[in-house]
């Protein structure tokens, strides 16, 4: 089964709007993370929402998780250009008292922002 | 702040040699991880190290991979013998205690020819 899964796949916006990404998943979970990559670059962390959470802001950052539908947003406040980028979100399904972290990634949304 | 560092960015190799791929993980983190990504795909699993072993690994990570923590800073991953389809951006990470967030390098662009 296909655990993080986003959408849209592609999403083209305007300087100033706010982007929306979402990622469903399938199997209960530790925490979600969510990732950015630019071009053919390494992967910088967002922000990690715990499975307890429901809510968590980080500067124009704002995410949420759903646990009884098994999904989370991203929402990007008054986007930038330098926000265009790839985004991914990511989540640890690790069972046990001691976590070993493994993650499991969704295929992406791909952030176009215009100036 | 602390990172998550790789050599080579960029390492082109000839089908059916070795490869190493070297990451210094954040120093006081204790799980480490390697992931790669083909061109174009998601991210995947490869394999998660603690305690100076080997705590999961994938279906992809087979008897050509291997991992190794030399001395305590360095976190490597060895490629025996590379084929075509091990082309690929692989990605170190590394993770405090609990469950914390992960820090991933910038990435090593393998091109196997």
């Known amino acids: 089964s296909q655990q993080g899964e986003e959408d849209p796949q592609a999403l083209s916006i305007q300087e100033g709007e706010n982007a929306t990404m979402n990622c469903s998943y399938k199997?209960?979970?530790?925490?979600l993370q969510w990732y950015r990559q630019n071009s053919g670059r390494g992967l910088v962390h967002l922000i990690l929402?715990?499975?307890?959470?429901r809510e968590k802001h980080s500067g124009r950052l704002r995410v949420t998780l759903d646990t009884s539908k098994k999904s989370s947003s991203l929402l990007i406040t008054a986007s930038r250009a330098a926000d265009t980028a790839s985004y991914f979100c990511?989540?640890?399904?690790?069972?046990?008292?001691?976590?070993?972290?493994?993650?499991?990634f969704g295929q992406g949304t791909i952030l176009t922002v215009h100036p | 702040e602390p990172e998550v560092t790789q050599t080579p960015s960029h390492q082109v190799t000839q089908m059916g040699q070795e490869v190493i791929l070297r990451c210094v993980p954040i120093?006081?983190?204790?799980?480490f991880y390697w992931y790669r990504q083909i061109l174009g795909q998601k991210v995947e699993f490869l394999v998660s190290?603690?305690?100076?072993?080997?705590?999961?690994k994938s279906e992809i990570f087979d008897d050509q991979f291997s991992v190794e923590r030399p001395d305590g800073s360095n976190f490597t991953l060895k490629i025996r013998s590379t084929k075509l389809e091990d082309s690929a951006m692989y990605f170190c990470?590394?993770?405090?205690?609990?469950?914390?967030?992960?820090?991933f390098g910038q990435g090593t662009r393998l091109t196997v020819v």
């Open positions: 990470a590394s993770k405090g205690p609990g469950y914390a967030e992960a820090f």
């Open positions: 199997t209960s979970i530790n925490n």
């Open positions: 929402i715990r499975s307890n959470e």
């Open positions: 990511a989540t640890d399904a690790s069972a046990g008292g001691t976590s070993y972290g493994k993650l499991t």
């Open positions: 120093s006081n983190h204790l799980y």
């Open positions: 190290f603690y305690n100076n072993e080997i705590s999961e």
